[in-house]
């Protein structure tokens, strides 16, 4: 059972270019979420999704975009990567349940993006 | 809208003291509380969580969190540190009915634990 994984783990991009991040999980998960970690500003979210097939905005979506084609995985993307955009990404996600209405959320280990 | 406030952005302190990293939330609706830890170059794990109850939390490695409605702050304790201790901690909010579970996290705290 490896929880929460994410690839790459370290990137290295100039202005421009684009790439995607894949988060998986292997927990049967519904929910799942991207958020990026800069330093002073804790964890932000990007984009979330309750399910296979839909998506959401979070707080700070703009110049990304992501998929959920399939319940375990979870994709962001940076069609035209900005400096702005260096971070850390994490991804979590969390069972659904309708017997509670909080469940936790677990993490990845985080993508290290770097955009020059 | 939610907010959380760490109110210090570093705390260093000597292995063996005790410790008090400060949260306070901002919130309209009620709200569950959370403290997660990261260590160095990891993800994200969950200390401890208040959902209802005692508002005493006891959560891992010896942290414990006093939930205070009136002061609206939910503060991280630990009698006694460890080096290993040294993370960064962050308070989180999220509140009853939320669509997505979406969480609202602070800034986070620097624990440095010194011997």
């Known amino acids: 059972n490896a929880g929460v994984t994410q690839t790459p783990k370290f990137r290295v991009l100039k202005t421009g270019q684009s790439m995607t991040l894949l988060c998986a999980q292997d927990m049967n998960h519904e929910y799942m979420y991207w958020y990026r970690q800069d330093p002073g500003m804790g964890l932000r979210l990007i984009h979330y999704?309750?399910?296979?097939?839909?998506?959401a905005k979070g707080e700070v979506p703009d110049g990304y975009n992501v998929s959920r084609l399939k319940k375990q995985n979870f994709l962001l993307g940076l069609e035209s990567a900005a400096p702005s955009q260096t971070s850390v990404y994490f991804c979590?996600?969390?069972?659904?349940?309708?017997?509670?209405?909080?469940?936790?959320?677990?993490f990845g280990p985080g993508t290290r993006l770097t955009v020059l | 809208a939610q907010s959380v406030t760490q109110l210090d952005s570093q705390v260093p302190v000597f292995e063996e003291a005790p410790v008090e990293l400060r949260c306070n939330y901002s919130s309209s609706v009620s709200v569950y509380l959370f403290w997660y830890v990261q260590y160095p170059n990891q993800g994200l794990q969950l200390l401890l969580k208040y959902l209802s109850g005692s508002t005493l939390v006891k959560g891992i490695n010896g942290f414990e969190a006093e939930f205070n409605k009136s002061q609206t702050s939910f503060h991280l304790r630990k009698p006694s540190v460890h080096i290993s201790d040294t993370a960064e901690y962050f308070c989180a909010v999220i509140t009853l009915y939320n669509q997505g579970g979406k969480l609202i996290f602070g800034q986070g705290t620097e624990l440095s634990v010194k011997p």
């Open positions: 979590a996600s969390s069972y659904q349940s309708d017997r509670t209405l909080y469940n936790e959320q677990f």
């Open positions: 999704s309750v399910g296979e097939g839909t998506t």
